[in-house]
């Protein structure tokens, strides 16, 4: 595949990446190249006892932890997390966890101006990203800004060594998603699509060792490379169908967000790979199949990634209502969206069949 094009443009943030394990351990050095002197750490009510440990070792450099993020990132939790972080005096932010964790971050630093260093435990990318979704009052919306940029990326394998295999496998779909349509974003360039490749490689050379030793910690440190890989593939271009429909089951639902990104994704990539084919191969060559979608569709079944939404929680008389939704404000997409075929994409997601196209 040629992935040359005549015409592009591309944004790259003032970024410092670090990867190793045992990473975490330089935190203090990189708050101080930050110049902070209270920085509060950010997690979930799970990672609690891991922000207390990175708050143990900034020392002094400590403001506190707040062990306030949710998942979907509620403006209310942020609301009442800005008034700690205010009180707290706080001059530079540190998120530890995943996508709730982070989110947390992006969302006090588009409000407050402050810098970020996060910490990932899971595959999600969003770390690597200019993009922060919200909820508010059912609906899931997303900006993009430099100012949720996180300024420092810590991987260490070691963090997610322990992450459970059924997170770890629906966490790296969700990130295989970002890269999955980054191939045929409207605005796709060059550099993107390299990015995308290597990190859908990553994710396939690793996670069957992963799946097989969890504490393979060489494993570990590539499957980190390819979620910020495909995370800096979502930095660069715009998504469509699939994040969209993401969005609206999360937001509106409450489903789990990388869950829903694993089992929505077979589906919504076949669907557009019948308008954009050649901008898919890729996905069909790296995962080794015929087509995109049975491609990743069989990949997920490999590494025992959960495949029907309503083994985690939808109801199938919601299908119609969130076609409906997802339809309701337009947006992008390579092949044209109807309610009938959103439907049908829905309902073959909702029992686990294979895509239908």
């Not at 964790?101 to 435990?121: E, V």
């Not at 898919?280 to 029907?308: C, M, T, W, Y």
Request: charged share 20%; hydrophobic share 45%.
């Amino acid at each position: 595949m040629d992935i040359f094009q005549q015409e592009f443009a591309l944004s790259q943030p003032a970024l410092r990446v670090s990867f190793g394990p045992g990473r975490r351990r330089t935190l203090p050095e990189e708050a101080e190249r930050l110049g902070a002197q209270r920085a509060v750490v950010l997690s979930t009510p799970r990672h609690e006892g891991l922000g207390q440990e990175l708050a143990g070792a900034l020392g002094p450099l400590a403001a506190g932890v707040l062990p306030r993020a949710q998942m979907h990132t509620p403006v209310e939790v942020t609301a009442a997390a800005l008034d700690d972080v205010l009180a707290m005096r706080a001059d530079c932010l540190v998120a530890v966890g995943g996508g709730s964790a982070i989110g947390l971050s992006k969302a006090l630093a588009l409000r407050t101006g402050l810098p970020q260093i996060a910490l990932p435990t899971t595959y999600a990318g969003s770390e690597a990203t200019p993009v922060l979704g919200q909820t508010k009052e059912g609906r899931k919306t997303t900006i993009t800004d430099a100012r949720v940029q996180p300024a420092v990326i810590l991987y260490d394998a070691e963090l997610v060594r322990a992450l459970p295999l059924p997170i770890t496998a629906a966490s790296a779909m969700n990130a295989i998603a970002h890269a999955a349509e980054g191939l045929y974003a409207r605005d796709r360039n060059p550099i993107a699509t390299l990015l995308a490749i290597e990190g859908m490689k990553a994710f396939r050379n690793a996670l069957p060792t992963v799946c097989r030793d969890p504490q393979d910690l060489e494993a570990r440190g590539e499957t980190l490379y390819g979620a910020w890989l495909c995370g800096t593939v979502l930095a660069q271009v715009g998504m469509a169908l699939h994040h969209k429909l993401s969005h609206v089951l999360g937001g509106s639902f409450g489903l789990p967000h990388a869950e829903t990104h694993a089992i929505l994704l077979p589906h919504t990539i076949a669907y557009n790979a019948g308008a954009v084919p050649e901008l898919l191969q890729p996905v069909a060559e790296v995962f080794d199949g015929d087509s995109p979608g049975k491609a990743l569709h069989d990949f997920a079944r490999r590494i025992n990634a959960p495949r029907a939404l309503r083994d985690i929680g939808m109801k199938e008389k919601d299908i119609m209502t969130a076609a409906e939704i997802a339809l309701g404000s337009p947006y992008w997409n390579p092949r044209e969206l109807n309610l009938q075929g959103i439907a049908a994409l829905l309902r073959a997601a909702w029992s686990g069949d294979a895509p239908l196209w």
